[in-house]
């Protein structure tokens, strides 16, 4: 039989294209979730909302805008690289999704970027979304923006980590309730609408080598203080980076 008679060529797409294919049916999935939707983009717009207009916690001088919008855009990385995309996977890796996808010729770590890639669209979204609120309740942001897209990335990376440790090592149940439980904690606790010099100098140490504390006080630097590359955020989002992920590499379990 000649060469050429069964067309289409049957076998494997090329890497690249599984890629975007599987980073595009991530994101639908995300959009199309209510409780994703929910955490990722009505809570914190709610917040920036409720918070820039009702007098509820000091901000300090200036106008309360200006201070809580760099922690929500924050508060948005966080919700979607860290908590919907480990609860997301902890689910998919409980009913066996991981599972067969890993068998299939889509190869894990190729799985692993189409991930990363709906988690970036995704804050691409919200980031937008966020910054028109913003700006139409008056903030005036400053600095540069190759500083801020650096926080983002690295942020992203931080929490990306950190999500896929504890969907890969925890059942999804415990994923759940840890994901949230943490999201909640941070928001109180990560300077992003209450300020850190509110709470106890002693506490102020601890929380500011939080990565979503180091996120939100870097771009709060450049945004609201119009500050060059925070090196010190920088740093402390680039040492929780590379914990988290090393983690998550070496203790994932595909099952």
């Known amino acids: ?6 067309i ?5 797409a090329p890497v690249g294209r599984m890629i975007a ?3 595009a049916l991530e994101t639908k999935m995300l959009l199309r979730n209510g409780e ?4 990722t983009v009505v809570i914190p717009s709610l917040l920036l909302v409720l918070f820039s207009t009702v007098d509820i916690v000091d901000t300090g001088d200036g106008r309360a805008v200006d201070f809580l919008a760099p922690g929500v855009l924050a508060l948005a990385v966080m919700s979607t690289a860290f908590t919907g995309q480990a609860i997301a996977t902890g689910f998919e890796r409980r009913y066996g999704v991981l599972k067969r996808l890993g068998a299939s010729p889509l190869p894990r770590w190729a799985l692993m970027t189409a991930k990363t890639l709906s988690v970036l669209v995704t804050e691409v979204l919200q980031i937008a979304l966020l910054t028109a609120i913003a700006l139409a309740l008056g903030w005036s942001p400053h ?3 190759l500083s801020v897209v650096l926080l983002l990335v690295l942020g992203t990376a931080a929490f990306s980590g950190l999500g896929l440790l504890m969907a890969g090592t925890l059942k999804a149940e415990a994923t759940l309730a840890a994901a949230n439980l943490v999201f909640l904690l941070l928001l109180v606790g990560g300077g992003v609408v209450v300020p850190l010099d509110k709470f106890p100098e002693a506490a102020q140490s601890v929380l500011g080598l939080l990565p979503i504390s180091a ?3 870097g771009l709060r630097d450049v945004l609201q203080n119009g500050a060059a590359l925070p090196w010190g955020a920088l740093g402390i989002l680039a040492v929780w980076a ?7 590499a ?4 595909w099952e």
């Not at 039989?1 to 069964?6: F, L």
């Not at 994703?36 to 955490?39: A, K, P, R, V």
């Not at 070496?250 to 379990?253: G, K, L, Q, T, V």
């Open 21 to 23: 294919a599987q980073a």
């Open 215 to 217: 996120l939100s006080d």
């Open 242 to 248: 590379v914990l988290g992920l090393g983690a998550a």
């Open 8 to 12: 289409p060529k049957p076998g494997a």
């Open 1 to 6: 039989m000649s060469a050429g008679t069964y």
């Open 143 to 145: 600095g540069d923006p």
């Open 250 to 253: 070496r203790f994932f379990r």
């Open 36 to 39: 994703q939707l929910l955490l």
